[in-house]
């Protein structure tokens, strides 16, 4: 669908079109169109908490909350103060001295997470997160392979992406790493038969998000640490998308009241105006990885000041506003209406799922998600389906969104799948 720009003024419809251009000769043309197609062929100009201001002067309610990043709203003032006061002294690091602001993230991380997960290795997105796992699993173990499931999501990186479980990105980019094997999600089963002498470690989700939140069981994960356990392997758990509050609890593995060997973590951990990963391990994995040669795994901007302070303001705010608690509330809301949506179009929604602020909508084919996420842009609301299920809608609103936002969306999804319906049944 074309975006009717007919009511904005000519400077502001000289900026799109100087934009679509430039995405179109330098950026990525297809991606351009696509944008274009699906009702988000609009330049972001400004965001503050749930909202995201356009250059045309559109104001959206981002019910996307940018795949987890965006946890604490958009341009949190505490992050930005913090964010900005360290930015005037000592943006990057020097690399040579004790980097403090650094310190001060790893020893606040090990004081809330699981266990004995005590040590961090900061890098600046999800997919090195999952690199460093892999690496450490392998040194730490002495061993090469890997099981990940089917429909998990942990990256595009060569590594990353060779754990990633849709083989229609991975298929373009092989050979990848190998000794790399699938099983299906949840099923316990499957993976002890998977698990072998050669395995270093599993990689999973407590939560599926691109892979059209599927959510573990407890039963699973805790399967999951008795046979690592057993078979020497490390439990590697990705919770770049679930950690820091996002699915009720600060991290997902306290659903199931497990520890991981390796956990990683990435977007919300920016509070939102930073890229920063974090890939978080015990002493025992750290030794064997860092013990001899403490340079075996580096990055040169992971870790920067700016990055480690916005972290640290990240975890001071989902704390102090208790901002779990309210992913639990709000979710509970939104469950509670999509299911009644449901209730009222058996035959458009086939199934709702989800954990605090990650949840799915699944329809039964991918037009009706596609054309209601077109709808919703047009009454102002952002919404995104899952990368690896595109069946799937996700709703991932920030979590500091209120009970009225939550109503507001409820109201406009149930408008939008029904307009959708129609749309479809009249062609
Ligand atoms: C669970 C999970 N792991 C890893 C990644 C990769 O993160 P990034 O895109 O920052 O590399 C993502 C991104 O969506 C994710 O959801």
Redesign the pocket.
């Known amino acids: 669908m074309e975006e009717d720009f007919s009511e904005i003024p000519a400077e502001v419809e000289a900026r799109l079109e100087r934009v679509f251009d430039q995405y179109r000769e330098s950026v990525n043309p297809s991606l351009a169109r696509l944008m274009q197609f699906g009702g988000f062929g609009d330049i972001e100009d400004s965001a503050e908490g749930c909202y995201v201001t356009t250059a045309t002067g559109k104001r959206y309610l981002d019910f996307v909350g940018g795949?987890?990043v965006f946890s604490l709203g958009h341009c949190h003032p505490r992050v930005r103060e913090a964010v900005h006061h360290q930015l005037d002294r000592l943006p990057l690091s020097t690399k040579t001295f004790f980097n403090e602001q650094q310190a001060q993230l790893a020893a606040r991380l090990a004081e809330i997470a699981p266990g004995d997960l005590q040590y961090t290795f900061f890098s600046?997105?999800?997919?090195?997160?999952?690199d460093a796992a892999l690496k450490f699993a392998r040194v730490a173990t002495g061993k090469t392979d890997f099981v990940s499931t089917v429909g998990?999501?942990?990256?595009?990186?060569l590594g990353?992406l060779s754990v990633t479980g849709r083989e229609k990105i991975r298929t373009p980019f092989e050979p990848l790493l190998p000794g790399v094997s699938f099983v299906p999600f949840n099923d316990l089963d499957a993976m002890r038969n998977a698990v072998t002498d050669r395995t270093a470690g599993i990689v999973v989700?407590t939560v599926?998000?691109?892979g059209g939140i599927h959510l573990a069981t407890t039963d699973y994960m805790v399967g999951l640490r008795e046979l690592c356990d057993e078979r020497g392997t490390l439990l590697i758990v990705?919770?770049?998308?679930?950690g820091l509050g996002r699915t009720g609890k600060m991290f997902g593995v306290e659903h199931h009241g497990i520890t991981p060997d390796i956990m990683?973590l990435?977007?919300a951990l920016g509070g939102g105006i930073l890229?920063i990963?974090a890939t978080m391990a015990n002493r025992t994995v750290w030794e064997k990885v860092f013990g001899v040669n403490p340079l075996l795994h580096t990055s040169t901007f992971g870790g920067n000041p700016l990055a480690c302070v916005a972290g640290l303001t990240a975890i001071e705010v989902t704390l102090s506003a208790n901002l779990a608690q309210n992913a639990a509330e709000r979710g509970e809301q939104l469950l509670t209406g999509l299911r009644a949506v449901q209730n009222q179009l058996p035959n458009a929604i086939l199934e709702v799922r989800g954990q605090g602020l990650m949840i799915g909508v699944e329809f039964p084919i991918q037009d009706i998600a596609e054309v209601t996420i077109n709808i919703l842009a047009g009454e102002g609301i952002i919404a995104a389906y899952t990368?690896n299920n595109p069946r799937v809608i996700r709703i991932e609103p920030p979590l500091i969104v209120t009970a009225e936002q939550c109503g507001c969306f409820l109201q406009a999804f149930t408008l939008s799948v029904q307009t959708a319906l129609s749309m479809l049944e009249g062609l």
């Not at 998990?152 to 990186?157: C, E, L, P, R, S």
Request: no cysteine.
């Open positions: 795949f987890g600046n997105s999800g997919a090195e997160t999952i998990a999501f942990h990256g595009k990186t990353a989700e599926q998000g691109e990705d919770e770049v998308q679930t990683t990435a977007k890229p990963g990368l």
